[in-house]
């Protein structure tokens, strides 16, 4: 028996991506994988064995020959019968084999409704089921191996062993609290206090680890801004590796946003090059400097740009003003002085503060470097989980309850009752405490087929 009452219809739908390949799956999943199959295949293959076959439809007309593989349960993905069709990948063709086994009594798979079978029977945790996800959408290398290890239960492990810990300590703490008349001495507050201590840690290099991943994951949005012609467009192309931005010597040659994706050490970063601030002149300036001050109020970092040997100057020191209230707190802030070509300066950075020309690249890598310190990123991240908002959110929670417990150690009823509530935090990563809503949230973000 899994998380819920087992499933008892059977799903079916088109494992692969949409579009034409040289190879298409149907999936098919549930109690009724064996009957589908002798309908549709004529057999049910043998256990984990290819099993070359023709796939019919209800008249028994041929649809394609292709490979079929049987896993039963409980040892398949869903932990139920799980039976897979691999055909020739035309849409025409697979669309054809979904619909009969849909004939024979399936029904279409939802979104996400494999993973979401298989989490309820026990076969993955919650963090596992989303890592699946994480994985198929992964932005980088990088990325991919962090989903990869959630995938694989290193994240789980992590926090399976601090809800242990808390166990064992709330263990502890219950019977100081069944025996009142007992004199608690200062060996058992030591006691729990060393115990209390090493799960703080322990929490502490899981939420790091975790926030470098939800790095991985979401990524930067990071917004070039500034005066007319001081270069953005230039060092947007610098940094994507490709003209991706038209350069003239013409002020307001950019009038609207141009996004590019690029990845610096693995780390996502979308990188917004926006419209000239200045006063407009034009309609369809104004419009495109409108979209350039929401962008600012989106940022997660913004890079104000100046030219090396113009400085800042008065109409500078206005638009940083501006940027001060436009930019969403908590955002980080960089000052790039531009086109240190033109005045022989050496490359040269001072904390939040840089000098570089996007024209030869001169001190690009000093901005790269920048921009992976304003996110946070410790190139140590190798150890990096794939967290989402949710995970992050739950283990600062945790830590909050562990950190007030630490305050509570003359009252041991408080004491314990901020250990309970930290457990029940971190048991909403794994699913150990979840609801309806949140699984509905989760799975209906999944591709189908999956």
Not at 8 to 35: E, F, H, K, N
Not at 94 to 102: E, G, H, K, Y
Not at 195 to 202: A, D, T, Y
Not at 350 to 378: I, M, N, P, Q, Y
Request: charged share 25%; with cysteine; hydrophobic share 45%.
């Amino acid at each position: 028996m899994g998380r819920g009452e087992p499933a008892l219809d059977t799903i079916a739908s088109i494992a692969t991506a949409p579009g034409r390949g040289g190879i298409g799956i149907v999936r098919v999943s549930g109690a009724a994988v064996p009957a589908l199959a002798r309908a549709v295949l004529g057999c049910l293959p043998s256990a984990r064995h290819a099993t070359l076959t023709t796939a019919r439809d209800a008249r028994g007309q041929g649809l394609d020959e292709g490979i079929a593989l049987y896993f039963p349960a409980p040892r398949s993905y869903t932990g139920d019968d799980v039976l897979e069709f691999h055909a020739h990948g035309g849409p025409i063709v697979l669309q054809s084999v979904l619909a009969a086994f849909l004939d024979a009594g399936a029904r279409l798979a939802q979104p996400g409704e494999y993973t979401r079978r298989a989490f309820l029977n026990g076969r993955l945790d919650l963090a596992q089921a989303e890592a699946v996800a994480d994985l198929i959408d992964a932005s980088s290398r990088e990325a991919a191996r962090s989903a990869l290890r959630s995938l694989s239960g290193e994240f789980s492990q992590g926090i399976h062993a601090l809800v242990a810990a808390i166990s064992e300590l709330r263990a502890l703490t219950e019977a100081m609290l069944d025996f009142p008349e007992e004199e608690i001495d200062e060996l058992h507050r030591d006691d729990a206090r060393a115990r209390l201590q090493g799960v703080r840690e322990g929490l502490r290099l899981v939420l790091a680890a975790s926030k470098q991943g939800r790095l991985l994951r979401e990524g930067l949005h990071v917004v070039i801004a500034g005066a007319p012609n001081v270069g953005k467009s230039s060092l947007l192309n610098r940094l994507a590796g490709e003209e991706r931005a038209i350069v003239t010597p013409t002020p307001g040659t950019t009038r609207d946003l141009v996004r590019e994706d690029i990845a610096i050490e693995g780390v996502p970063l979308r990188v917004i090059d926006t419209a000239g601030l200045r006063e407009a002149t034009d309609e369809v300036e104004r419009i495109g400097i409108e979209r350039a001050w929401r962008e600012v109020a989106r940022a997660d970092v913004l890079i104000a740009m100046f030219e090396a040997d113009r400085g800042i100057g008065a109409d500078g020191r206005a638009l940083l003003q501006r940027f001060e209230s436009a930019v969403p707190a908590g955002a980080a802030r960089l000052r790039v002085f531009n086109k240190i070509d033109l005045c022989s300066r050496s490359p040269d950075r001072t904390g939040s503060d840089l000098w570089l020309s996007a024209k030869t690249g001169a001190g690009v890598e000093l901005l790269r470097g920048a921009l992976l310190e304003a996110a946070g990123w410790e190139r140590s991240g190798e150890s990096a989980f794939l967290a989402r908002e949710r995970h992050v959110r739950a283990l600062e929670c945790a830590q909050q309850h562990l950190d007030a417990a630490a305050g509570e150690c003359a009252r041991w009823e408080f004491f314990a009752e901020e250990l309970r509530l930290a457990q029940n935090a971190l048991g909403e990563i794994t699913g150990q405490v979840t609801s309806d809503d949140l699984l509905g949230q989760i799975f209906e973000r999944f591709c189908i087929g999956k």
